[in-house]
């Protein structure tokens, strides 16, 4: 490794972050849109059930998981004169387009199977696409703080395409007889202009001279890693735990606004309030971080989120205003979520290589990916399917019951997954000032004669 990790790292010009960054825009617009309105929109407009988009949807998901890995092992072991990471991002942005395309606009008779495909499509391009991107974010330096900052730009632009993506139902509108078609129709446009610009400014803005050191048996490598106690398995249960937290009432929130609070014609708006406030508390959440560190920055906002999240499954259409409230501090609570565990992910790359000698982190992010998955695959395939048992059905005429099983799903889960994420990552061990230590001990081994 020829990276002096003791010495004080430069600061990332503002051109390459951007550039960098905002690829986030793209893949951020469709997948919002995979995850809130594409499973709504083919539960109201196609003659599928509930539980079969449950299915469907968490079968692609377990499919898409083995991706990853190979993905993040193909990304570290490549060599190209054009980088090592961004020919993967360059690639698949054409594949994204298709998919995006196809899955937003489906034919009158689209059927399980056309939604099965093209989700796995989507999913396995958005895979050739987003671990690479992450691996290539957490070598643009080696410095603990900077590490946030590079996460925190792509959040910006992330959240920038979230709520750009969110906002078209307001100005498309949902009208019974075309239900979120236009929308979604609108959206497949926004995600390919602005993945079209954001792939060719990376390309050619963003360096990409970063070098592995992969072990001879990546596999027996990774049981190691996942088997053992160490900080990434402590770190990966975390995020996996509190993504499913998010997961859950992200998949029900247009049902629960629409079916418990009977607000569906402010669905809009309530979403881009929780991403607005997400947004413009980034910079507060890496500040804090700064103050007190990044694990514990996070342990904070999870607090947060649980303390008003609570209240969600006894609200009615009477208590409309007390949800509002509940975004607004869950939506700023989010940006920790979204900001900070990436970053501390990257961190793990440095202790990686100074206990094994490797440097691999396509592998982490694989890793990390599949977690993500798991998350959201595991929340769609409990919450419809369940929602199916208690005789919800999405077109309405629901009993009290039934609606009370949509509003206790939206809520309890959420806050039991979350504190189970907080209690995981107890005493994580790798502070600043351990991470000072590691990067000075690799560089002091680096430059050690041989």
């Not at 900077?146 to 979230?162: E, H, M």
């Not at 599949?370 to 208690?390: C, E, M, N, Q, R």
């Not at 991470?435 to 050690?448: E, G, K, P, W």
Request: overall charge neutral; glycine content about 8%; aromatic content about 14%.
């Amino acid at each position: 490794m020829s990276d002096n990790l003791g010495a004080s790292s430069p600061i990332l010009p503002r051109g390459v972050l951007y550039a960098y960054g905002s690829l986030g825009f793209p893949l951020a617009a469709a997948f919002i849109a995979l995850q809130v309105i594409v499973p709504t929109f083919y539960a109201e407009s196609t003659s599928l059930s509930l539980s079969v988009i449950g299915v469907v949807l968490l079968i692609a998901r377990l499919l898409d998981m083995a991706t990853d890995p190979i993905v993040g092992f193909w990304s570290d072991q490549s060599q190209s004169r054009f980088g090592r990471r961004k020919v993967f991002v360059v690639a698949a942005a054409l594949p994204i387009a298709v998919s995006v395309w196809a899955l937003f606009n489906p034919p009158a008779d689209a059927g399980a199977l056309y939604l099965l495909l093209w989700t796995i499509a989507i999913y396995i391009a958005g895979t050739v696409s987003i671990v690479p991107l992450s691996a290539w974010g957490a070598e643009l330096t080696p410095d603990y703080h900077q590490k946030a900052r590079v996460t925190g730009v792509r959040v910006a632009f992330g959240l920038a395409g979230t709520m750009a993506a969110l906002m078209v139902p307001v100005f498309v509108g949902t009208e019974a007889d075309q239900g979120y078609g236009p929308t979604l129709t609108v959206i497949a446009i926004l995600a390919l202009t602005t993945l079209l610009i954001s792939t060719v400014w990376a390309g050619f803005a963003v360096p990409d001279t970063s070098q592995t050191k992969l072990p001879d048996n990546t596999f027996a490598a990774v049981k190691e890693l996942l088997l053992t106690a160490n900080p990434f398995r402590q770190l990966l249960v975390s995020f996996l735990l509190n993504a499913v937290g998010n997961a859950i009432p992200a998949t029900l929130f247009l049902l629960y606004v629409t079916h418990v609070l009977s607000a569906d014609a402010f669905a809009g708006q309530l979403l881009f309030l929780y991403f607005i406030s997400a947004a413009v508390s980034v910079p507060f959440w890496v500040w804090l971080a700064k103050r007190v560190g990044k694990h514990q920055a996070w342990s904070i906002a999870i607090v947060v989120a649980c303390a008003f999240f609570v209240w969600t499954p006894f609200l009615s259409e009477s208590t409309f205003w007390v949800f509002v409230l509940i975004v607004g501090c869950t939506g700023f609570a989010t940006g920790a979520d979204l900001a900070l565990p990436s970053a501390i992910n990257g961190d793990i790359i440095e202790w990686d290589a100074l206990k094994t000698g490797y440097k691999r982190p396509g592998l982490f992010f694989a890793l990390w990916g599949t977690a993500a998955k798991l998350s959201y695959g595991l929340a769609i395939g409990l919450a419809f399917p369940l929602l199916d048992v208690f005789g919800f059905d999405a077109n309405g005429g629901n009993s009290e019951s039934s609606l009370f099983a949509l509003a206790f799903m939206y809520g309890f889960p959420c806050l039991l997954f979350k504190l189970g994420a907080l209690w995981v990552m107890r005493g994580y061990p790798i502070t600043e000032e351990e991470h000072t230590r590691i990067r000075n001990a690799l560089a002091a081994r680096d430059s050690a004669p041989a």
